[in-house]
């Protein structure tokens, strides 16, 4: 069993390398640097803390979209040439093939997140760069399964994609919108308001709080610490945990 997942896992990430992942991920970086530089360049006070956010900021928000369509794009094109077929034709079960995807892709996210940390080791401490790796590493693989979840279960790119950047925009001003809605409000609105109130605590209850991962405040103030780990650890285990079970859920009741 653990054979058959290295290979697929295996094949999944050379595939990264031979196509144009690899290429992607070094224009993103290159960008990015180019982009904080201007940023520098036009900041009035707080340079280094201005280019420093905007650094981490585009590279988490880019490598966010660029796995998520990577992920989508790879299993909805194996689907559509029938390729999952030709390989659900031998010994391989479905488990072993969602998690030797799962970690192939992962494999990738771990990579973007090493290059990411290391232009980032130009701007922050060691130590809190290594803190905001592991927490954007967990990022990446929550969207990882959800577009695995998205791929295999919708078999559509943009429908598969759109989903995604619901998912992960949802996610990430799930817990701001929720605080905004419990602000005070005029007594005539104060029944709708409680409506909307609850129906954020809902949303923020069942997505991650993606706003608690790779914390940009790690690498302008140095406030990190190995407690703020925790929270995107275990939510981390939690929905890569469930959004894997609701796939392999979907590829078992499916005909192939």
């Avoid at 909805?76 to 093939?97: C, H, I």
Wanted: proline residues 3%; hydrophobic residues 55%.
């Amino acid at each position: 069993m653990l054979a058959r997942i290295r290979t697929v896992s295996f094949f999944t990430a050379l595939e990264a390398v031979r196509g144009r992942f690899f290429w992607v991920t070094v224009f993103l970086v290159a960008a990015a640097w180019l982009f904080g530089v201007f940023a520098f360049q036009l900041s009035i006070i707080e340079g280094e803390q201005v280019q420093t956010a905007l650094l981490a900021s585009v590279m988490r928000l880019g490598g966010a979209l660029l796995l998520a369509v990577y992920t989508v794009n790879g299993v909805v094109r194996e689907y559509q040439d029938k390729g999952t077929e030709m390989l659900f034709a031998t010994p391989l079960s479905r488990a072993e093939y969602y998690l030797g995807k799962l970690s192939g892709y992962i494999i990738s996210a771990a990579a973007f997140a090493c290059a990411a940390g290391a232009m980032m080791l130009t701007q922050a401490p060691p130590v809190q760069v290594g803190f905001w790796i592991v927490s954007l590493f967990c990022e990446f693989a929550i969207v990882i399964a959800f577009s695995l979840f998205c791929g295999l279960s919708l078999g559509q790119i943009p429908a598969s994609i759109g989903a995604v950047l619901g998912f992960y925009l949802l996610a990430r001003s799930t817990a701001a919108m929720s605080l905004m809605a419990h602000q005070p409000s005029p007594a005539a609105e104060s029944l709708m308001h409680d409506y909307f109130a609850e129906g954020f605590d809902g949303l923020a209850f069942v997505l991650p709080r993606l706003s608690d991962f790779a914390r940009t405040d790690w690498l302008v103030y140095g406030n990190g610490s190995l407690q703020d780990l925790a929270f995107p650890l275990l939510q981390t285990g939690i929905y890569v945990a469930l959004l894997g079970g609701a796939t392999l859920f979907d590829l078992y009741r499916k005909n192939f």
